[in-house]
T-cell receptor, first 113, second 113 residues
Framework: DGGITQSPKYLFRKEGQNVTLSCEQNLNHDAMYWYRQDPGQGLRLIYYSQIVNDFQKGDIAEGYSVSREKKESFPLTVTSAQKNPTAFYLC????????????FGPGTRLTVL | KNQVEQSPQSLIILEGKNCTLQCNYTVSPFSNLRWYKQDTGRGPVSLTIMTFSENTKSNGRYTATLDADTKQSSLHITASQLSDSASYICVVSARQAGTALIFGKGTTLSVSS
């Protein structure tokens, strides 16, 4: 999976709880992204970061938060405000410039019980 | 509106047969088009990338074509193998500031013996 790791692979959460998904990359990429994938749907962008200490909202940022304190790490927090959090979450990274190829991690499947 | 449409939604073929997946897009201004392969429960992996001036690009048994005039692309798989069973995602990049990737919903290919 191209030097990008996500953990855990499976995550279960009770309603009302916040949960943080980990994403680490050793590709020396400046840009990192979080996507959500639902059955029968295309990938939807949650947040992206083109440089350390900076990030922007994607198409479906409500109920999510991120931080980018280190170049290698881009954790995603799914908050209790996210109404339908059960999904497959994918992290990706690329060289500077969002038109460069994105390399994806193996994903985290989050299930809210 | 920038959109990427893929067809068919799903496809079942016998091992050893060829198949062609379609991608139509309305993304403008166009930068490049990528095909990704996503195995179940895994992150997408890039197969090919094509720019405006490229008509055909191959990667082993995978051959992608691009017609920038009609805004259509196809992915041809030759002599299919069981390991080709996956979702194939067409991703078009727009030449603009900020994140600019538009994802298709994918075609699910099942290769049976």
């Amino acid at each position: 999976d191209g030097g990008i790791t996500q953990s855990p692979k499976y995550l279960f959460r009770k309603e009302g709880q916040n949960v943080t998904l980990s994403c680490e990359q050793n590709l020396n990429h400046d840009a990192m992204y979080w996507y959500r994938q639902d059955p029968g749907q295309g990938l939807r962008l949650i947040y992206y970061s083109q440089i350390v200490n900076d990030f922007q909202k994607g198409d479906i940022a409500e109920g999510y938060s991120v931080s980018r304190e280190k170049k290698e790490s881009f954790p995603l927090t799914v908050t209790s405000a996210q109404k339908n959090p059960t999904a497959f979450y994918l992290c990706a990274s690329s060289m500077q410039g969002t038109n460069n190829e994105q390399f994806f991690g193996p994903g985290t499947r989050l299930t809210v019980l | 509106k920038n959109q990427v449409e893929q067809s068919p939604q799903s496809l079942i073929i016998l091992e050893g047969k060829n198949c062609t997946l379609q991608c139509n897009y309305t993304v403008s201004p166009f930068s490049n088009l990528r095909w990704y392969k996503q195995d179940t429960g895994r992150g997408p992996v890039s197969l090919t990338i094509m720019t405006f001036s490229e008509n055909t690009k191959s990667n082993g048994r995978y051959t992608a074509t691009l017609d920038a005039d009609t805004k259509q692309s196809s992915l041809h798989i030759t002599a299919s193998q069981l390991s080709d069973s996956a979702s194939y995602i067409c991703v078009v990049s727009a030449r603009q500031a900020g994140t600019a990737l538009i994802f298709g919903k994918g075609t699910t290919l099942s290769v049976s013996s």
